[in-house]
């Protein structure tokens, strides 16, 4: 199986927080790291936050001080704490192995360039 089940969005106002969660399936999660993504409309998917299975984190610029990642190796889940919040961070927020991998095989098939469903997040002025 294959899953990766993103929540937590929601509307804003700015200077507000949320948090996202995602749930994975292991044949994603115990790649070397995870990450959370972002596309807002009219624009590429972005990788904002990732983090190593160590605990090792890296931020876009954008969001370094505000946004914080991180992961419970014991229920395969990633976490994503926004505070601050801006209109500019109003997107579909997806979370997926950094970088993503292109094949996965599980149950007897291969799935390509998996992604979840995503959760909207947006911040109003």
């Known amino acids: 199986q294959v899953q990766l089940v993103e929540s937590g969005g929601g509307l804003v106002q700015a200077g507000e927080s949320l948090r996202l969660s995602c749930v994975c399936s292991g044949n994603i999660f115990n790649t070397n790291a995870m990450g959370w993504y972002r596309q807002a409309p009219g624009k590429q998917r972005e990788l904002v936050a990732s983090?190593?299975?160590?605990?090792?984190?890296n931020y876009t610029d954008s969001v370094k001080g505000r946004f914080t990642i991180s992961r419970s190796n014991a229920d395969n889940t990633v976490y994503l704490q926004m505070n601050s919040l801006k209109p500019e961070d109003t997107a579909v927020y997806y979370c997926?192995?950094?970088?993503?991998?292109?094949?996965?095989?599980?149950?007897?098939?291969?799935?390509?360039?998996?992604w979840g469903q995503g959760t909207q997040v947006t911040v109003s002025s």
């Open positions: 983090i190593t299975r160590g605990g090792s984190t």
């Open positions: 997926n192995a950094a970088p993503p991998i292109p094949r996965i095989y599980s149950g007897g098939r291969y799935y390509y360039n998996y």
